[in-house]
């Protein structure tokens, strides 16, 4: 089953724009991530945000968690054609064994036109 | 990225016949992971190794199997492959020894296809 449900599915937007894409989950977390995909190649990790954290900068992302509400948001700012690729988030879930398995969204596909 | 190397990359064979696929890193993690990737599916765990010879099925374990003798390698088998196993197969690994909170790093995936 699918822990993470993203939205929208797929998103176009002008270079300059921002681009927010949102990922909400259904069990306890020990932490949430954000991967990157272009296409034909594999995932690439691009921010991590622990469960007690609320809010995470790196560059020109920004990430939200809302542990309440079992949501998270990624937003890329100033966005640029190379941005374009599919974004992924995933969740690492509390249980009695952490082998740091991963439970992934079905991603959301972000389109940037020069 | 982080030393993964998925062999091989593309992969066409006939239903009933075994395939293996093989994940190597470079970067001494304790933790592998197989994945398959498919249309409206997003990714899913097949299998996940926590330790030389030690394994675990994930959530589309069934058709599937895996071995790990060496930290380096993880290698995925489809005993009598069918058509519904055609895919993209991710290999990621994870996990510096003791530390908490990592993020995994993906191999560039084997395209299957099973006709």
């Known amino acids: 089953s699918q822990q993470g449900e993203e939205d929208p599915q797929a998103l176009s937007i002008q270079e300059g724009e921002n681009a927010t894409m949102n990922c909400s989950y259904k069990?306890?977390?020990?932490?949430l991530q954000w991967y990157r995909q272009n296409s034909g190649r594999g995932l690439v990790h691009l921010i991590l945000?622990?469960?007690?954290?609320r809010e995470k900068h790196s560059g020109r992302l920004r990430v939200t968690l809302d542990t309440s509400k079992k949501s998270s948001s990624l937003l890329i700012t100033a966005s640029r054609a190379a941005d374009t690729a599919s974004y992924f988030c995933?969740?690492?879930?509390?249980?009695?064994?952490?082998?740091?398995?991963?439970?992934f969204g079905q991603g959301t596909i972000l389109t940037v036109h020069p | 990225d982080a030393g993964i190397t998925q062999s091989p990359r593309h992969k066409v064979t006939e239903t009933g016949t075994p395939v293996t696929l093989r994940c190597h890193q470079t970067?001494?993690?304790?933790?592998m992971y197989w994945y398959r990737q498919d249309p409206g599916h997003g990714l899913r765990l097949i299998h996940y190794?926590?330790?030389?010879?030690?394994?675990d099925k994930g959530e589309v374990s069934d058709g599937y199997s895996v071995s790990r003798s060496k930290t380096e390698d993880f290698l995925l088998t489809l005993e009598s492959a069918t058509s519904s196993q055609t895919s993209v197969y991710f290999c990621?690994?994870?996990?510096?020894?003791?530390?908490?909170?990592?993020?995994?790093?993906f191999g560039d995936g084997t395209r299957l296809s099973i006709l």
């Open positions: 990621a690994t994870s996990g510096i020894q003791g530390m908490l909170d990592q993020p995994q790093h």
């Open positions: 069990t306890s977390i020990n932490n």
């Open positions: 945000i622990r469960s007690n954290e």
């Open positions: 995933a969740t690492d879930e509390i249980s009695g064994t952490s082998y740091g398995k991963l439970t």
């Open positions: 970067e001494n993690h304790r933790y």
């Open positions: 190794s926590y330790g030389v010879k030690d394994t």
